[in-house]
């Protein structure tokens, strides 16, 4: 029992390590400043990463067709993969002039080897040497069969009209034969591309010929929020956007401004990119291998720790996870929580979160919700006719907050 308790035991040190070696996921299309994994099919993904134990891995990429709500579907791989759903990643570069070492790989999806013939959710993983998954991201192809008209308003519940908004939406199929939208049709509503932020099980409230309804006045509430912290570290020697002190030590630290917990916040405009990252560096011609890495002082002023909650640095840094990385310790000398995060040069937007003795995630408590914040909603339409094997994604709708409205 005890020799198998220590087994067990390096075991999961030994897939914790790892999986904190893996920096700097990116699943993007290839236009600059596009952040969505929710494109039309055929559009070129790029997946990229770091791996800081700097040497050379055999690592494979995996696509998965998957349902509307994440489950795998009834599909093999050759209904929806013209050649290999499994492959190589071969593309591989070792950093360049950096003081933390760490060799970088990318691949093109769809690429000569791996043809997406079918729309629908699909799960990519990266499995290592022994097929073990070392992390997971996920993406969506919609076809454009149909129109998804999208608005998003002020709440107008009395209770929420200062904190959320409501998201209306139409679905305009003039080719498509729909003969049973409750069984045949679903849709999601997401909110900044987090799949931890959305909405599902809807049923249009009104029938049209050729177009569905949707348009609840409570039921499509989504926090408004607040507009995202942001820092800048193009420059990895010198004080940059919100970096209030520089130190070189085996490799840099940024200490960022302290950021002061108030409960009674106003709503401040701050342009965003809602929670996204933008690896770049000034400082050499290629950010892929020539950024370095820093690590990332947070500093979280409150008078006292919260009560039965715990603090976390969130954004897409990490896929807006909640993991032992981001979570800020409270130091009770200076009367703040603290974090330190490995990061690689880029302009990153991040927030804080709580989560609570019951492991529920609160990303407005510490930042607050604001009605007037600018958010961007997608609408993802999922059509399975009767007798069919899979979920097609018919059409995809945008629409953002406009105070005007």
Do not use: C
Not at 375 to 398: A, D, M, Q, T
Request: aromatic share 16%; proline share 3%.
């Amino acid at each position: 029992m005890i020799k198998r308790f220590f087994l067990l035991f390096f075991v999961f040190v030994g897939f914790i390590s790892f999986s904190q070696n893996i920096k700097s996921i990116q699943l993007r299309p290839l236009q600059e400043n596009n952040f969505s994994t929710i494109v039309p099919l055929g559009t070129v993904l790029e997946l990229s990463f770091d791996d800081l134990d700097a040497d050379s891995k055999d690592y494979q990429y995996k696509i998965e067709h998957m349902t509307h709500d994440w489950k795998s579907s009834r599909l093999s791989s050759s209904q929806y993969i013209d050649g290999f759903d499994q492959n190589t990643i071969i593309n591989v570069t070792n950093s360049f002039n950096t003081f933390q070492n760490y060799t970088h790989y990318s691949v093109k999806i769809p690429n000569v080897n791996t043809v997406i013939t079918k729309s629908g959710n699909y799960l990519l993983s990266v499995l290592n040497y022994d097929d073990e998954v070392i992390f997971t991201r996920r993406f969506v192809l919609y076809e454009n069969a149909a129109t998804i008209g999208v608005s998003v308003i002020r709440s107008r519940n009395a209770k929420t009209i200062k904190t959320q908004q409501t998201v209306q939406f139409s679905v305009n199929h003039p080719n498509l034969r729909i003969n049973n939208p409750q069984q045949e049709i679903n849709v999601v509503v997401l909110k900044n591309n987090n799949w931890n932020e959305k909405i599902t099980d809807l049923q249009p409230n009104f029938f049209k010929p050729n177009q569905l309804l949707y348009t609840y006045t409570n039921k499509t509430n989504f926090w408004g929020g607040n507009e995202y912290l942001n820092f800048d570290t193009k420059i990895i020697r010198n004080n940059s956007l919100n970096v209030v002190k520089v130190i070189k030590k085996d490799i840099f630290h940024h200490y960022l401004y302290p950021f002061t917990y108030n409960p009674y916040r106003e709503y401040k405009f701050n342009p965003d990119i809602n929670g996204q990252f933008i690896i770049r560096t000034i400082e050499a011609s290629n950010s892929n291998t020539e950024a370095d890495y820093a690590i990332m002082h947070f500093s979280l002023l409150s008078d006292k720790p919260f009560r039965n909650k715990e603090a976390y640095v969130y954004g897409a840094f990490n896929d807006f996870s909640i993991s032992e990385e981001n979570k800020m310790i409270y130091n009770n000398d200076e009367k703040a929580y603290k974090a330190s995060i490995l990061l690689k040069q880029g302009f990153y937007n991040y927030t804080y979160a709580t989560v609570n003795s019951n492991g529920k995630v609160n990303t407005n408590e510490i930042n607050g919700s604001f009605f007037e914040t600018e958010n961007e909603y997608l609408v993802i339409v999922y059509y399975k006719p009767f007798g069919s094997f899979y979920e097609r994604v018919i059409g995809v709708g945008s629409g953002y907050f406009n105070q005007n409205k």
